[in-house]
């Protein structure tokens, strides 16, 4: 059973599970889905267990706590989740990806509000930040579309295949959430975030 899980107005957060591994498949197995990252498509049931079986090592060890998007009456939409932490400078990073059957759906709006409460609320963050792909505009979009300001391109940031690509690198603080709608998005928590997010 999930011990924690975060629940907004349509969508529901929680640690994937190796049953979410087939509906994982299927969205990811769109190129489209992954091409901008550095993985996939998925092409056999393996991967995505794979990757589940590293979700939960990351998490335990605090390095990358990655959530299922769960829509409450479509099921499994994606993946959302907080890396790159830094108890000291109290910062993340967010990243998401979406089934394209969600795309301009809404649901990623409201995952990062979901996402926000946690970073900021539950977690203390004072900084979330994220990063696009200077060609990948819709990517970009959504993220000015959710308050995050672009603050600059990183050169040569992201290995993909043999290439170095430059990424847009994005910023929010917890004042400009507060000031922010998606601050006003009601979202119940369940249970308590992996101890290891526990800051001081």
Not at 136 to 157: I, M, P, Q
Request: glycine share 10%.
């Amino acid at each position: 059973m999930t011990s924690f899980a975060l629940h907004g107005p349509t969508l529901t957060l929680r640690e994937p599970e190796p049953a979410d591994a087939p509906a994982l498949l299927a969205l990811a197995s769109d190129p489209e889905v992954t091409r901008w990252f550095s993985w996939g498509p998925y092409t056999e049931v393996e991967q995505p267990l794979g990757y589940i079986e590293r979700c939960a090592a990351r998490s335990a060890r605090g390095e990358q706590l990655d959530l299922l998007i769960v829509h409450r009456e479509r099921g499994p939409v994606g993946i959302t989740g907080l890396s790159e932490v830094s108890e000291r400078d109290r910062r993340c990073v967010v990243g998401t990806w979406l089934g394209r059957d969600f795309w301009g759906t809404g649901v990623n709006r409201e995952s990062k509000a979901i996402v926000m409460r946690l970073a900021f609320e539950l977690l203390g963050m004072h900084r979330l930040g994220s990063y696009s792909n200077p060609r990948n505009e819709r990517s970009t979009r959504a993220l000015l579309g959710v308050g995050l300001r672009h603050e600059g391109v990183l050169r040569d940031y992201h290995r993909h295949g043999g290439r170095w690509l430059d990424v847009n690198v994005f910023g929010l603080l917890r004042d400009e959430w507060l000031a922010g709608p998606l601050a006003d998005v009601p979202v119940r928590v369940e249970g308590a975030p992996p101890a290891a997010f526990a800051l001081a």
